[in-house]
């Protein structure tokens, strides 16, 4: 049972280029998920997506854009990278009607 | 905007001590509280979720509290040892929305 897996786990990369991050389950959880972790902020939700096809912005969506076009996979892009979206992203999922979110292992974006 | 703070950031005991760490929110019309432990460089695994009509969980070694009232949790560690160091998160959800609101965590250093 894989679970939610991220990929790249590690991304370095420069300031202007565009960068996507990866997010795949394997429960088949309609909620997905994608936070960024700052020293200082905590987590930080970014965007949501209820089901597929339907998405909506959190607390910090500037910058980024997020596309749901299959129940399992949440990608996020940042359409043009910054120094100040250097972070630690996580995707979590969870079930509709449930209350208990599953993270998954994280994703350390660097932008120079 | 519901506000998260734990307290204290940063806790060293030795081992087989019982220990207490904070979470306090704002906002008291939370839907569920949960606490997390993170290791260094790992996602988020979930240790314990409080609904909003509990007073308690448990879980092995670890008790969590909820007091919405005074917006309070607690999580107490029993008896701790080396391999509970770690840092602990607490999250709150609200029953508007879907969103998680972090607290900045608690480093946990149990000395062997």
């Known amino acids: 049972d894989a679970g939610i897996t991220q990929s790249p786990r590690y991304k370095i990369t420069e300031t202007g280029r565009q960068v996507t991050l990866m997010c795949h389950q394997t429960w088949s959880h309609s909620y997905m998920f994608w936070y960024r972790q700052d020293l200082g902020h905590g987590l930080r939700l970014i965007y949501y997506?209820?089901?597929?096809?339907?998405?909506d912005k959190g607390e910090v969506p500037d910058g980024y854009v997020v596309s749901r076009s299959k129940t399992e996979n949440f990608p996020l892009t940042l359409e043009s990278a910054t120094r100040s979206q250097t972070s630690v992203y996580f995707c979590?999922?969870?079930?509709?009607?449930?209350?208990?979110?599953?993270f998954g292992p994280g994703t350390r974006l660097t932008v120079l | 905007k519901q506000e998260v703070t734990q307290i204290p950031a940063a806790l060293s005991v030795p081992e087989g001590e019982n220990l207490v760490l904070n979470c306090s929110f704002t906002?008291?019309?939370?839907?569920?509280l949960q606490w997390f432990r993170q290791d260094p460089g790992k996602g988020l695994t979930s240790l314990l979720l409080i609904q909003s009509s509990q007073r308690e969980q448990t879980s092995g070694r670890l008790n969590a509290s909820l007091d919405k009232s005074s917006g309070r949790s607690t999580l107490y560690i029993a008896a701790s040892q080396p391999g509970d160091s770690a840092t602990y998160l607490c999250a709150v959800r609200l029953f508007t929305g879907n969103q998680f609101y972090f607290g900045t965590g608690t480093s946990l250093t149990v000395i062997p």
């Open positions: 906002d008291s019309a939370i839907y569920n």
């Open positions: 997506s209820a089901a597929a096809d339907i998405t």
């Open positions: 979590a999922s969870r079930l509709a009607g449930a209350t208990e979110q599953f």
